[in-house]
């Protein structure tokens, strides 16, 4: 074993995997915002909500293009950092990962053909059903991969004898059970992220001065989806949590500091900890972790003192955990705000103040979603597979992964940045009042 | 036919695949930023623009084929070549990186800087190469293994007359696949300019493209005597490509059948590759491992092999979709048609 090349393949893949679920989770929820902005521009036949869509598919491209690449880097880096691992996993696990290449192949063929063929039909609809299989692609990579991923926590579909792998059945190792709430956790965290996203860019038009009913239209669109699949993300949230206390105890009892095994055990929220382990500033709810995790006020609930010392996740998951679950319930309290005001008629939904909540939201669901998968990975050691292999054991021996890490820093800085100067340029070019101008005087010449 | 040789026919298939359209693109790079050194680049840029942009995503998604696909059915390629290639297919994959996010930023976002045009056609060398050492170290004599584990030596690597003839062919087959194709596609793009342009570029790339195919299987007599071996006992199959290479030449020459000779570009590179590909079985890597010591167990090989028949049902119609539209569409070609984009 190489104790550095081990540290290394770990921060390069902690990096990889940082930076690109950015872009992933916008290529997996923002095909789906596209499609019901079209879909209600057509239904209402309002040019605003189609140009919405039209707007949102030119940035959609950069951002697909960012995580197609790092993509497909995470995706050589499994083998690269990891041999040992994929050559184990790869003998139960590899039946997703290959499937996951065809739906991603499905969805770059349909992005190109949708994004060509703008008014080249005559009827809307056809072209709004050339996004169907961009979006279905998109959520089905989307449950693929993290199939994968579940089947590192829960590893199952297979048996060990003597040192060989046996009975191997490709299916059950699909269906695992971290699987049901791990791929919709990651479907309706990424439709969220991506509502909030864009509504966060709305929100900040109309803080610059804009006043333009598009991005009323877009804001309030947003935030109503950011509503429903927040709602979501926080119930599937919630069985989550039933399923680590089944399954991954120790996973459960780490994020919640709960040391003592014990019935009707208390939810520690915030709070920080010492390094004797003393928990202090934290608020303790009485019933809540064991209603958390059961469903009833007086179940018992493991503790970590009954786990083996080196099987034990780092403490700090707490943090993490923490600033998930916070972000999440801000941003269904703040879309719960903006669409019953709406609806009823409240003044200070449209102050400069609940605006710029409503900005912040777009970068907070990121660091949420980023926070979320520091979670499950860091909760998962030491192991890479879940009592089988451990972290170290899976990891390569080479000893240039130092300076790969420092490449791909390189390499991110340079693809965050290009990015977001492409992005920005894009849209300030061609601001929606000039679109909006240009597409009357189209239409004025076609109808001539 | 076991299951083992099935494997890894489809997988080699599919490098094939990606070995023709990302030469395709890899080479419009260079070409577009050549032709901006020597002042013809209004000549080019507009044909290559638009055949790569629809496209250029999907050349990606056959290396992640690939990729994925041969650690799927051979678990122990992971092991072996995840450990000893981290340096060059690292590399190869932050040039990719570069290369694809800033081609969707340029055609996308904002248009024309020089620079960026050079970078482009410079990675398009680069990247080739890279993923060209993969077959060399493949050929055995590279790799050691040290406490059970392979460790590659670069400097035995790098010193190799084999490694940079392999190289030097990766970077001619590039340019003359992409700079026959693109005859093709202006021709009836009717840019009959940039058609001859093209035309001579494939001529001049047709010579050092077949003296660093002769240079290689001299050189394996040396490197690897087994394997020169198996290459020179199935002959007729380089025979046919080599003459199916001629043919083309020929073509071209005339000017005649610029479509057929597409055809028989990718036919000869069929055969030679195959021809390549068996003279190597059984080994993924000399000599220690073949495809039968790496291959996964035969309950995962089953369930990959019904996903990739599966898989196929959904591409191959989506596939012909795509190239209806944008490649063979003549209206999009010649760029009748009003512009479509998002």
């Not at chain 1, 004797?276 to 970590?304: C, D, H, R, W």
């Not at chain 1, 490449?407 to 977001?420: D, K, Q, R, T």
Request: charged share 15%; glycine share 8%.
């Amino acid at each position: 074993m190489n104790e550095s090349a081990v540290f290394w393949s770990r921060l390069l893949t902690e990096l990889t995997l940082t930076f690109h679920i950015i872009y992933a989770t916008i290529g997996v929820g923002v095909p789906l915002m596209i499609m019901i902005a079209q879909w209600v521009g057509l239904k209402k036949n309002d040019e605003h909500y189609i140009l919405l869509a039209r707007r949102i598919t030119r940035g959609f491209v950069i951002t697909v293009a960012v995580g197609v690449v790092t993509g497909t880097a995470i995706g050589l880096q499994l083998s690269l950092l990891w041999p040992n691992f994929m050559q184990l996993a790869g003998q139960v696990i590899a039946l997703p990962l290959f499937m996951e290449t065809f739906a991603f192949f499905f969805e770059a063929i349909f992005l190109g053909i949708y994004l060509y063929t703008w008014d080249r039909f005559d009827n809307q609809k056809k072209h709004m059903l050339l996004l169907v299989p961009v979006a279905i692609g998109a959520s089905i990579s989307a449950v693929f991969i993290t199939i994968v991923n579940s089947f590192m926590n829960t590893p199952q579909g297979f048996e060990v004898v003597s040192g060989q792998l046996v009975n191997i059945q490709p299916l059950v190792a699909m269906f695992n059970p971290s699987m049901p709430t791990k791929v919709a956790h990651v479907l309706a965290s990424a439709y969220m992220t991506s509502a909030f996203l864009l509504a966060s860019i709305a929100a900040y038009r109309l803080l610059r001065g804009s006043n333009h009913p598009y991005y009323k239209k877009s804001l309030f669109l947003m935030m109503k989806m950011g509503l429903i699949f927040s709602i979501a993300t926080a119930v599937i949230g919630d069985f989550s949590g039933k399923f680590l206390a089944e399954y991954q105890p120790e996973k459960l009892a780490a994020a919640e500091w709960h040391f003592e095994t014990e019935e009707a055990a208390p939810l520690i929220l915030m709070g920080f900890m010492d390094e004797e382990q003393n928990i202090k500033f934290a608020i303790e709810i009485p019933y809540l972790l064991s209603i958390l995790a059961y469903g009833n006020p007086m179940a018992e609930v493991t503790g970590l003192n009954d786990f083996p010392e080196d099987e034990i996740p780092p403490l700090y998951i707490h943090y993490l955990f923490n600033l998930m679950v916070l972000i999440g319930t801000a941003m269904i309290l703040v879309s719960v705000l903006y669409v019953a005001g709406v609806w009823r008629g409240w003044g200070f939904i449209h102050r400069p103040w609940f605006r710029w909540v409503t900005v912040l939201g777009g970068p907070l669901t990121i660091i949420a979603i980023e926070a979320g998968w520091w979670l499950a990975e860091v909760g998962r050691q030491p192991w890479i597979l879940r009592g089988y292999m451990r972290t170290a054991e899976g990891a390569t021996t080479s000893d240039q992964v130092d300076l790969m890490f420092i490449l791909f820093c390189i390499l991110y800085l340079v693809l965050g940045i290009g990015s977001v100067v492409v992005l920005r340029r894009m849209y300030r070019l061609n601001p929606i009042e000039r679109e909006i101008e240009d597409r009357m005087a189209e239409m004025k010449g076609v109808g001539r | 036919m076991s299951l083992e040789v099935l494997g890894i026919i489809v997988l080699w298939i599919f490098l094939f695949g990606y070995v023709i359209v990302a030469s395709i693109d890899f080479g419009a790079g260079f070409f577009n930023a050549y032709s901006l050194l020597t002042g013809r680049s209004h000549i080019l840029s507009n044909i290559i623009q638009r055949y790569l942009s629809p496209v250029w995503e999907v050349t990606n998604v056959f290396l992640v084929f690939f990729f994925v696909g041969i650690v799927g059915f051979f678990p122990k390629t992971a092991f072996y070549y995840g450990t000893v290639l981290l340096v060059p297919v690292s590399i190869a994959i932050i040039l990719l990186a570069i290369r694809g996010s800033y081609y969707a930023f340029e055609s996308y976002g904002s248009r024309g800087h020089k620079g960026y045009a050079f970078a482009y056609g410079v990675s398009g060398l680069l990247i080739p190469s890279s993923l060209s050492v993969v077959l060399t170290i493949s050929e055995g004599g590279f790799v050691e293994i040290v406490d059970g584990s392979p460790v590659l030596d670069y400097w035995a690597l790098f010193t190799s007359p084999l490694t940079w003839s392999i190289v030097l062919l990766s970077i001619a087959s590039v340019l003359y696949i992409s700079a026959v194709f693109l005859t093709w596609y202006a021709w009836k793009a009717q840019d009959l300019n940039a058609s001859e342009l093209m035309r001579k570029y494939a001529l001049t790339w047709s010579g050092p493209l077949m003296l660093m195919a002769a240079a290689i299987i001299i050189q394996m007599q040396e490197h690897n005597p087994d394997r020169f071996r198996n290459m020179i006992s199935i002959w007729p199959m380089f025979g046919v490509s080599a003459i199916l290479f001629l043919l083309t030449v020929w073509l071209l020459w005339k000017k005649r059948g610029l479509g057929l000779s597409v055809g028989l570009l990718i036919l000869q590179f069929l055969f030679a590759f195959f021809a390549y590909g068996i003279s190597h079985y059984p080994y993924l890597l000399y000599p220690y491992l073949t495809i039968y010591e790496g291959f996964t167990n035969q309950e995962m090989a089953i369930a990959l092999v019904i996903a990739f028949i599966a898989g196929l049902c959904l591409l191959i119609p989506s596939l012909y979709l795509i190239f209806r539209l944008f490649v063979f569409n003549k209206e999009y070609v010649t760029g009748n048609q009003k512009d479509f984009h998002a």
